[in-house]
């Protein structure tokens, strides 16, 4: 399963979007019951008005060692872009899981371009 996490641009074919971090929580926990591998995640940083950011979700990547087999970051947002890779680099369990970062490169939403991009 592919899971993208955003609360504004749609989720490219093939994948489940997750508007908040609740609802990309829950998902996460429901494949981990199911003993589904998560095989992708895409994560944005700002998720609403209302503050909310996806550390919870790097967090629970972490304390649970759910890191899926590819892991994106599309933010818009510069700082925190460097925030969140330094994050996944510090604490991710295979140096390989992270394939790509920029400005969504997935072409989904009107800020769509990429900005930097990494194969592993």
């Given at each position: 399963m592919k899971l993208f996490i955003d609360d504004e641009r749609p989720a490219p074919r093939g994948w489940i979007l997750a508007t908040?971090?609740?609802?990309a929580l829950e998902v996460m926990r429901i494949?981990?019951?199911a003993g589904v591998q998560l095989e992708a995640a895409s994560l944005d940083?700002?998720?609403?008005?209302?503050?909310e950011t996806i550390?919870?979700?790097?967090?629970?990547m972490?304390?649970?060692?759910?890191w899926p087999r590819k892991l994106y970051v599309h933010t818009a947002n510069e700082d925190a872009e460097e925030v969140m890779l330094a994050f996944i680099r510090a604490n991710m369990?295979?140096?390989?899981?992270l394939r790509g970062?920029?400005?969504?490169?997935?072409?989904?939403?009107?800020?769509?371009?990429?900005?930097n991009w990494v194969m592993a």
């Open positions: 908040d971090c609740h609802d494949c981990a019951a940083h700002d998720l609403g008005c209302s503050g550390l919870p979700v790097l967090k629970a972490r304390d649970y060692n759910w369990s295979d140096d390989g899981v970062y920029g400005c969504n490169f997935w072409g989904t939403g009107s800020d769509s371009q990429v900005q």
